[in-house]
């Protein structure tokens, strides 16, 4: 089946770790996104990659970085500098930029 | 002000309904309109995306674009409690640089 995965579904952290969200997808699609969601927000959007090797910050990029070293794999890394990290994460693709995204399941992030 | 305006809810309506979910927005630049459905602790769901002003029907849902007042809707017809969930649109520009931007979501509630 053709989709998104995101791994972990529940992740916790102690303050001042660094911390890894796994996003995939087989869907092969150039374009791929990172956003965050609070409640009653909006989802803001942190980091996208339009190709492979490429990425460019969203709205909210501090605290977060990525890697596309592969076409299926966009990576968040969300580092002890990000103050208020505890969200709800949701990794999404598409063909390609400003077309329909498809999105996975999401990681809850709660730091402790 | 906010480039998406959606009502945040939440709505609450008996079975059988007919739901209206909408947005406004701002930016003229936006052509690409989205619908999703997003289940509590779940990833959106595409539901729809048109390009044009007008209707554009599926099944039990109606996208409605008016691009001359910048409001957007979505009709949900015969609903059903499954159909209890966060509603968000979204919307892109074709040509330049990326920008999608998420309403906050509608939540809706189905009673039977």
């Known amino acids: 089946d053709g989709g998104i995965t995101q791994s972990p579904k529940y992740l916790f952290r102690k303050e001042g770790q660094n911390v890894t969200l796994s996003c995939e997808q087989n869907l092969n699609h150039d374009a791929m996104y990172w956003y965050r969601q609070d409640p009653g927000q909006g989802l803001r959007l942190i980091y996208y990659s339009q190709i492979v090797n490429d990425f460019q910050k969203g709205d909210i990029a501090e605290g977060y970085s990525v890697s596309r070293e592969k076409k299926e794999s966009f990576p968040l890394t969300v580092t002890s500098a990000q103050k208020n990290p505890t969200a709800f994460y949701l990794c999404?693709?598409?063909?390609?930029?400003?077309?329909?995204?498809?999105f996975g399941q999401g990681t809850r992030l709660t730091v402790v | 002000q906010k480039e998406v305006e959606q009502d945040p809810g939440p709505l609450s309506v008996p079975e059988g309904a007919i739901v209206s979910l909408n947005c406004t927005y701002s930016n003229s630049a936006f052509q690409y309109f989205m619908w999703y459905r997003q289940y509590s602790r779940k990833g959106p769901e595409l539901l729809m995306y048109?390009?044009?002003?007008g209707n554009k029907e599926d099944g039990r849902f109606t996208a409605q674009v008016d691009k001359s007042s910048k409001y957007i809707s979505l009709f949900i017809r015969d609903s059903q409690p499954s159909d209890s969930a966060t509603y968000l649109c979204?919307?892109?520009?074709?040509?330049?640089?990326?920008?999608?931007?998420f309403g906050a979501g509608t939540r809706l509630f189905v009673k039977a």
């Open positions: 979204a919307m892109s520009r074709l040509t330049g640089g990326f920008k999608t931007i």
């Open positions: 999404a693709s598409s063909i390609n930029r400003n077309t329909e995204a498809f």
């Open positions: 048109t390009y044009s002003s």
